[in-house]
């Protein structure tokens, strides 16, 4: 309402409507791209949960729409679908000086940033918590029940923000996150250029770590595939299943056997997610 959403493109599928969006985000000081699924059931008289969905390193809007195959099961259940950019983005927007896609664009890792020259754009967490839900619930036929799940840096992603904002999420999930990311190399390679090398200003922004002293138990979903390549040296499940034994935390996490770290392996399980979020954004 009164808020300059320009939009790029628009798709029927399912009955319902793919949507992508450029608007102006202050969060970030940048122009975002963003894609909205409004399933058939969304009207003016009947508004919609819905489902965040942070996606991973090297992505944007577009991976997980096109490549997960939720629509048809969203149109379903109507369920809304919202994805964000994986960081900042456009010519005023640094990225990794070594041009490496593990850092920078593409991969905001939804912190907000403390160190120059990133603290200026790389909001992301402040972006997917905060100005794009109250955007989207000014604009389009949603409600304020809202869940979140992603995969890997934006699974991570998923976990961190329902964890430190108890009560804003009905429920969270996530496929293959980089469960403990103080703890290898992508998160620490981030983590120290985003916060500073300064570690104890990392725990906040570490699922694993936060699980201690969650305030609320909400029920974690999470898939791994087994043969997953990033396994062993930067996803470390294993962190997170301590982490939630340790503090008597509800954690399903079902190790998928074959699996890899795809977008084939996202589109196995999408709709065990779709049904653990809609059990709870449907709820009386
Ligand atoms: N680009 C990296 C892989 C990065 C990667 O696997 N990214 C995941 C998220 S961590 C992804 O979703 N990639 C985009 C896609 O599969 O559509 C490589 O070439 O090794």
């Not at 699980?211 to 062993?232: C, I, S, T």
Request: aromatic share 10%.
């Amino acid at each position: 309402m009164g808020e300059p959403l320009t939009i790029v493109s628009a798709n029927k599928s399912f009955g319902g409507w793919h949507k992508r969006y450029r608007h102006h985000s202050t969060t970030l000081g940048c122009e975002m791209v963003f894609a909205v699924f409004l399933p058939p059931q969304a009207g003016p008289d009947s508004p919609v949960p819905v489902l965040y969905w942070l996606s991973g390193l090297t992505c944007t809007d577009e991976n997980f729409m096109q490549k997960a195959g939720a629509m048809r099961l969203a149109a379903e259940l109507g369920i809304a679908i919202v994805a964000p950019d994986t960081s900042p983005r456009g010519p005023d927007v640094p990225g990794d000086p070594d041009g490496s896609w593990d850092f920078g664009l593409g991969a905001g890792f939804y912190v907000n940033a403390t160190q120059d020259p990133w603290a200026r754009h790389y909001r992301m967490y402040d972006y997917v918590v905060t100005e794009l839900p109250a955007l989207i619930e000014r604009s389009f036929p949603v409600s304020d029940r809202r869940s979140v799940s992603g995969h890997s840096m934006g699974g991570h992603g998923a976990l961190v923000c329902a964890l430190r904002n108890p009560g804003r999420y009905r429920s969270v999930s996530a496929f293959a996150p980089i469960a403990n990311p103080t703890d290898c190399p992508w998160g620490e390679k981030a983590f120290s250029r985003y916060l500073g090398p300064d570690r104890r200003g990392w725990a906040e922004w570490d699922a694993s770590l936060l699980l201690a002293e969650a305030a609320e138990r909400l029920p974690l979903l999470v898939d791994q595939g087994d043969k997953d390549g990033f396994l062993d040296s930067q996803l470390k499940p294993e962190a997170l299943r301590q982490a939630a034994a340790a503090a008597g935390h509800p954690l399903t996490l079902r190790m998928q056997p074959g699996y890899d770290h795809s977008y084939f392996f996202i589109a196995s399980f999408i709709d065990d997610h779709l049904r653990h979020h809609a059990a709870a954004l449907l709820a009386g």
